[in-house]
Protein backbone atom coordinates (compact mmCIF):
# COMPACT_ATOMS: atom_id res chain seq x y z
CA UNK A 1 0.00 0.00 0.00
CA UNK A 2 1.40 3.28 -0.52
CA UNK A 3 1.79 5.86 2.10
CA UNK A 4 -0.94 8.67 1.19
CA UNK A 5 -0.74 10.81 4.58
CA UNK A 6 -0.09 14.13 1.87
CA UNK A 7 -1.49 14.46 -0.95
CA UNK A 8 -0.16 17.92 -2.99
CA UNK A 9 -1.98 19.59 -5.40
CA UNK A 10 -0.29 20.48 -7.95
CA UNK A 11 -2.13 23.01 -11.06
CA UNK A 12 -1.04 21.04 -13.99
CA UNK A 13 -1.49 25.10 -15.73
CA UNK A 14 1.75 26.65 -13.73
CA UNK A 15 5.36 25.09 -14.81
CA UNK A 16 6.97 26.58 -11.49
CA UNK A 17 5.08 25.23 -9.38
CA UNK A 18 5.05 21.47 -11.02
CA UNK A 19 9.18 22.13 -11.13
CA UNK A 20 8.59 23.36 -6.94
CA UNK A 21 6.45 20.64 -5.86
CA UNK A 22 9.92 18.09 -6.76
CA UNK A 23 11.43 19.40 -3.80
CA UNK A 24 8.80 19.04 -1.41
CA UNK A 25 7.86 16.11 1.01
CA UNK A 26 4.27 15.08 0.67
CA UNK A 27 3.67 11.40 0.17
CA UNK A 28 1.90 12.02 -3.20
CA UNK A 29 1.52 14.63 -5.90
CA UNK A 30 -1.41 14.95 -8.17
CA UNK A 31 -1.09 17.04 -10.90
CA UNK A 32 -4.02 18.91 -11.91
CA UNK A 33 -5.59 19.15 -15.08
CA UNK A 34 -9.11 19.52 -13.43
CA UNK A 35 -10.42 22.77 -11.29
CA UNK A 36 -7.68 24.25 -11.08
CA UNK A 37 -7.04 24.76 -14.13
CA UNK A 38 -8.93 27.78 -16.38
CA UNK A 39 -10.63 26.11 -19.54
CA UNK A 40 -8.44 27.86 -21.73
CA UNK A 41 -5.48 26.38 -20.55
CA UNK A 42 -6.11 22.66 -20.57
CA UNK A 43 -4.31 21.78 -23.43
CA UNK A 44 -1.03 23.20 -22.64
CA UNK A 45 -1.49 21.78 -19.40
CA UNK A 46 -1.78 18.44 -20.35
CA UNK A 47 1.33 18.95 -22.31
CA UNK A 48 3.09 20.43 -19.09
CA UNK A 49 2.04 17.22 -17.25
CA UNK A 50 3.43 14.70 -19.73
CA UNK A 51 6.46 16.89 -19.55
CA UNK A 52 6.74 16.89 -15.95
CA UNK A 53 6.34 13.24 -15.27
CA UNK A 54 8.34 12.43 -17.94
CA UNK A 55 11.31 15.03 -16.74
CA UNK A 56 11.04 15.81 -13.37
CA UNK A 57 12.62 13.58 -10.09
CA UNK A 58 9.33 12.30 -8.69
CA UNK A 59 11.31 9.48 -6.54
CA UNK A 60 9.93 8.71 -3.42
CA UNK A 61 6.27 10.07 -4.38
CA UNK A 62 3.24 8.64 -5.83
CA UNK A 63 2.76 10.17 -9.00
CA UNK A 64 -0.88 11.10 -9.86
CA UNK A 65 -2.72 12.82 -12.13
CA UNK A 66 -6.17 14.33 -11.88
CA UNK A 67 -7.92 14.56 -15.40
CA UNK A 68 -11.80 16.24 -15.95
CA UNK A 69 -15.04 14.73 -15.06
CA UNK A 70 -17.06 13.03 -17.37
CA UNK A 71 -19.42 15.97 -18.18
CA UNK A 72 -16.81 17.39 -19.52
CA UNK A 73 -15.59 17.10 -23.31
CA UNK A 74 -11.81 16.77 -21.94
CA UNK A 75 -11.67 13.84 -20.00
CA UNK A 76 -10.99 10.79 -23.05
CA UNK A 77 -8.44 13.28 -24.00
CA UNK A 78 -7.10 13.90 -20.66
CA UNK A 79 -6.67 9.65 -20.37
CA UNK A 80 -5.11 9.39 -23.54
CA UNK A 81 -2.17 12.06 -24.01
CA UNK A 82 -1.03 11.65 -20.24
CA UNK A 83 -1.09 7.68 -20.44
CA UNK A 84 0.09 7.31 -23.58
CA UNK A 85 2.93 10.38 -23.03
CA UNK A 86 3.84 9.51 -19.94
CA UNK A 87 2.22 6.02 -18.66
CA UNK A 88 5.46 4.71 -17.16
CA UNK A 89 6.17 7.60 -14.94
CA UNK A 90 2.14 7.54 -13.75
CA UNK A 91 1.40 5.34 -11.18
CA UNK A 92 -2.72 6.36 -10.39
CA UNK A 93 -5.00 8.50 -12.45
CA UNK A 94 -7.57 10.47 -10.12
CA UNK A 95 -11.13 10.78 -11.50
CA UNK A 96 -13.13 13.76 -10.22
CA UNK A 97 -16.97 13.72 -9.22
CA UNK A 98 -17.47 10.44 -9.81
CA UNK A 99 -21.44 9.55 -9.96
CA UNK A 100 -21.47 5.95 -10.25
CA UNK A 101 -19.73 2.81 -11.01
CA UNK A 102 -19.54 2.70 -14.72
CA UNK A 103 -17.46 5.98 -14.76
CA UNK A 104 -14.85 3.48 -13.42
CA UNK A 105 -15.26 1.04 -15.19
CA UNK A 106 -15.16 3.47 -18.07
CA UNK A 107 -11.74 4.51 -16.88
CA UNK A 108 -10.71 0.60 -16.84
CA UNK A 109 -11.48 -0.12 -19.85
CA UNK A 110 -9.68 3.07 -21.72
CA UNK A 111 -6.55 2.49 -19.29
CA UNK A 112 -6.63 -1.73 -20.54
CA UNK A 113 -6.62 -0.20 -24.16
CA UNK A 114 -3.77 1.70 -23.84
CA UNK A 115 -2.17 -0.18 -21.86
CA UNK A 116 -2.29 -2.97 -24.37
CA UNK A 117 -2.22 -0.16 -27.36
CA UNK A 118 1.75 1.23 -25.77
CA UNK A 119 2.88 -1.87 -23.84
CA UNK A 120 2.35 -0.83 -20.22
CA UNK A 121 2.16 -3.43 -17.93
CA UNK A 122 -1.79 -4.54 -18.05
CA UNK A 123 -3.59 -3.06 -15.10
CA UNK A 124 -0.61 -1.20 -13.53
CA UNK A 125 -2.24 2.53 -13.74
CA UNK A 126 -4.33 2.88 -10.39
CA UNK A 127 -7.35 4.98 -10.23
CA UNK A 128 -8.67 7.22 -7.13
CA UNK A 129 -11.89 8.04 -6.65
CA UNK A 130 -13.46 11.41 -5.80
CA UNK A 131 -16.72 11.17 -3.99
CA UNK A 132 -18.13 14.68 -4.13
CA UNK A 133 -21.38 14.89 -4.73
CA UNK A 134 -25.18 13.56 -3.07
CA UNK A 135 -25.33 11.03 -5.85
CA UNK A 136 -21.91 9.34 -5.69
CA UNK A 137 -22.09 9.33 -1.91
CA UNK A 138 -24.94 7.36 -2.63
CA UNK A 139 -23.06 5.17 -5.19
CA UNK A 140 -20.11 4.99 -2.73
CA UNK A 141 -20.17 1.27 -1.99
CA UNK A 142 -20.79 0.12 -5.74
CA UNK A 143 -18.01 2.39 -6.66
CA UNK A 144 -15.61 1.09 -4.41
CA UNK A 145 -16.31 -2.14 -6.22
CA UNK A 146 -16.24 -1.43 -9.46
CA UNK A 147 -12.44 -1.86 -10.86
CA UNK A 148 -9.51 -3.42 -9.17
CA UNK A 149 -7.60 -0.35 -10.15
CA UNK A 150 -8.93 1.32 -7.71
CA UNK A 151 -6.63 2.54 -5.00
CA UNK A 152 -8.41 4.78 -3.05
CA UNK A 153 -11.92 7.23 -2.62
CA UNK A 154 -11.39 10.27 -1.94
CA UNK A 155 -13.61 12.84 -0.48
CA UNK A 156 -14.46 16.20 -2.32
CA UNK A 157 -15.72 18.72 0.37
CA UNK A 158 -16.00 22.12 -2.00
CA UNK A 159 -17.81 20.00 -4.72
CA UNK A 160 -19.56 18.40 -2.20
CA UNK A 161 -21.08 20.93 -0.06
CA UNK A 162 -22.53 22.71 -3.42
CA UNK A 163 -24.10 19.63 -4.20
CA UNK A 164 -25.54 19.43 -1.35
CA UNK A 165 -26.72 22.92 -0.58
CA UNK A 166 -24.49 23.61 2.32
CA UNK A 167 -25.03 26.80 3.89
CA UNK A 168 -21.66 27.84 3.69
CA UNK A 169 -18.83 29.23 1.59
CA UNK A 170 -15.99 27.64 3.94
CA UNK A 171 -14.64 24.68 3.32
CA UNK A 172 -14.27 22.35 6.02
CA UNK A 173 -15.49 24.14 8.89
CA UNK A 174 -19.06 23.64 10.30
CA UNK A 175 -21.21 25.63 8.88
CA UNK A 176 -23.37 28.26 11.05
CA UNK A 177 -25.97 27.30 12.76
CA UNK A 178 -24.95 23.25 13.28
CA UNK A 179 -23.57 24.14 16.27
CA UNK A 180 -23.70 20.50 17.97
CA UNK A 181 -21.40 17.41 16.33
CA UNK A 182 -20.12 17.32 12.86
CA UNK A 183 -21.72 18.00 9.90
CA UNK A 184 -19.16 16.03 8.18
CA UNK A 185 -19.33 13.04 9.93
CA UNK A 186 -21.75 10.85 8.13
CA UNK A 187 -19.89 11.76 4.63
CA UNK A 188 -16.85 10.38 6.13
CA UNK A 189 -17.62 7.48 7.52
CA UNK A 190 -19.68 6.59 4.75
CA UNK A 191 -16.67 7.06 2.50
CA UNK A 192 -14.85 5.45 4.87
CA UNK A 193 -16.73 2.25 5.28
CA UNK A 194 -17.16 1.83 1.51
CA UNK A 195 -13.49 1.80 1.38
CA UNK A 196 -12.60 -0.68 4.31
CA UNK A 197 -14.97 -3.10 2.60
CA UNK A 198 -13.24 -2.71 -0.58
CA UNK A 199 -9.56 -2.49 0.87
CA UNK A 200 -9.45 0.91 -0.24
CA UNK A 201 -7.52 4.13 1.20
CA UNK A 202 -10.03 6.48 2.47
CA UNK A 203 -8.27 9.84 1.87
CA UNK A 204 -9.84 13.30 3.04
CA UNK A 205 -10.06 16.38 0.67
CA UNK A 206 -8.42 19.98 0.90
CA UNK A 207 -8.98 22.44 3.36
CA UNK A 208 -9.11 25.65 1.34
CA UNK A 209 -8.15 28.49 4.11
CA UNK A 210 -4.59 27.89 3.53
CA UNK A 211 -2.85 30.43 5.89
CA UNK A 212 -5.19 29.15 8.78
CA UNK A 213 -3.17 26.33 9.59
CA UNK A 214 -4.86 25.30 13.17
CA UNK A 215 -8.12 25.07 11.13
CA UNK A 216 -6.18 22.87 8.77
CA UNK A 217 -4.83 20.39 11.81
CA UNK A 218 -8.19 20.57 13.27
CA UNK A 219 -10.11 19.44 10.50
CA UNK A 220 -7.50 16.77 9.61
CA UNK A 221 -7.25 15.42 13.44
CA UNK A 222 -11.34 14.75 12.89
CA UNK A 223 -10.70 12.75 9.71
CA UNK A 224 -7.68 10.99 11.39
CA UNK A 225 -9.09 10.07 14.52
CA UNK A 226 -11.82 7.96 12.70
CA UNK A 227 -9.56 5.93 10.65
CA UNK A 228 -8.71 8.04 7.47
CA UNK A 229 -5.07 7.30 5.60
CA UNK A 230 -4.05 10.83 4.40
CA UNK A 231 -5.74 14.20 3.48
CA UNK A 232 -5.14 16.60 0.05
CA UNK A 233 -3.22 19.63 0.87
CA UNK A 234 -2.73 22.79 -1.60
CA UNK A 235 0.22 24.59 0.18
CA UNK A 236 3.67 23.27 1.20
CA UNK A 237 2.75 24.62 5.02
CA UNK A 238 0.14 21.94 4.89
CA UNK A 239 2.44 19.07 4.48
CA UNK A 240 4.30 18.42 7.57
CA UNK A 241 1.35 18.77 9.80
CA UNK A 242 -0.82 16.01 7.79
CA UNK A 243 2.12 14.05 7.68
CA UNK A 244 2.46 14.25 11.26
CA UNK A 245 -1.46 14.28 11.89
CA UNK A 246 -2.07 11.24 9.39
CA UNK A 247 0.99 9.14 11.29
CA UNK A 248 0.89 7.54 14.75
CA UNK A 249 2.22 9.32 18.02
CA UNK A 250 5.52 7.51 18.73
CA UNK A 251 4.02 6.27 21.97
CA UNK A 252 1.01 4.66 19.98
CA UNK A 253 3.56 3.18 17.86
CA UNK A 254 5.26 1.94 20.60
CA UNK A 255 2.28 0.76 22.09
CA UNK A 256 1.16 -1.15 19.02
CA UNK A 257 4.53 -2.53 18.68
CA UNK A 258 4.66 -4.09 22.65
CA UNK A 259 0.90 -5.34 22.16
CA UNK A 260 2.37 -7.36 19.08
CA UNK A 261 5.35 -8.73 20.89
CA UNK A 262 3.36 -9.37 23.99
CA UNK A 263 0.66 -11.62 21.81
CA UNK A 264 2.62 -13.81 20.23
CA UNK A 265 4.87 -14.65 23.35
CA UNK A 266 0.91 -15.08 24.84
CA UNK A 267 -0.51 -17.29 22.16
CA UNK A 268 2.63 -18.86 20.94
CA UNK A 269 4.65 -19.39 23.98
CA UNK A 270 1.85 -19.49 26.49
CA UNK A 271 -1.13 -20.95 24.63
CA UNK A 272 -3.24 -18.23 25.89
CA UNK A 273 -6.10 -15.94 24.06
CA UNK A 274 -5.93 -13.53 26.45
CA UNK A 275 -3.11 -11.72 28.84
CA UNK A 276 -2.86 -8.91 30.52
CA UNK A 277 -0.25 -6.31 29.17
CA UNK A 278 0.11 -4.16 32.03
CA UNK A 279 -3.25 -2.95 33.45
CA UNK A 280 -4.68 -4.12 29.87
CA UNK A 281 -6.21 -6.85 28.81
CA UNK A 282 -5.16 -7.68 25.39
CA UNK A 283 -6.85 -10.14 23.22
CA UNK A 284 -6.92 -10.95 19.05
CA UNK A 285 -8.92 -7.86 18.67
CA UNK A 286 -5.90 -6.06 20.36
CA UNK A 287 -3.49 -7.81 17.86
CA UNK A 288 -5.32 -6.28 15.07
CA UNK A 289 -6.25 -2.95 16.42
CA UNK A 290 -2.46 -2.84 17.31
CA UNK A 291 -1.70 -4.39 13.66
CA UNK A 292 -3.05 -1.35 11.77
CA UNK A 293 -1.32 1.22 14.08
CA UNK A 294 2.19 -0.44 13.56
CA UNK A 295 1.82 -0.68 9.56
CA UNK A 296 0.77 3.08 9.45
CA UNK A 297 4.14 3.58 12.21
CA UNK A 298 6.62 1.57 10.12
CA UNK A 299 5.40 3.29 7.24
CA UNK A 300 5.93 6.92 8.59
CA UNK A 301 9.19 5.21 9.70
CA UNK A 302 8.90 5.46 13.29
C1 LIG B 1 -12.09 18.79 -4.27
O1 LIG B 1 -12.02 18.48 -5.42
C2 LIG B 1 -13.25 19.35 -3.68
O2 LIG B 1 -14.21 19.58 -4.43
O3 LIG B 1 -13.25 19.59 -2.46
MG1 LIG C 1 -13.85 18.91 -6.45
Redesign the pocket.
Known sequence: MRSRRSCLAVPGSNPRFLEKAQALPADEVFLDLE?SVAPQAKEQARKNVVDALRTGDWSGRTRAVRVNDLSTMWTYRDVIEVVEGAGDALDCLIL?KVEDAGQVAWLDTLLTQIEKAVGLPAGGIGVEA?I?SARGLVNVDAIAAASPRLETLIF?????MASVNMRTLV?GQQPPGYTEGDAYHYVLMRILMAARTCDLQAID??YLQIRDLDGFAKVARRSAALGFDGKWVLHPTQIESANEIYSPTQDDYDHAELILDAYEHATTVDRRGAVMLGDEMIDEASRKMALVVAAKGRAAGL
Open positions: DPQEGPADFVGP
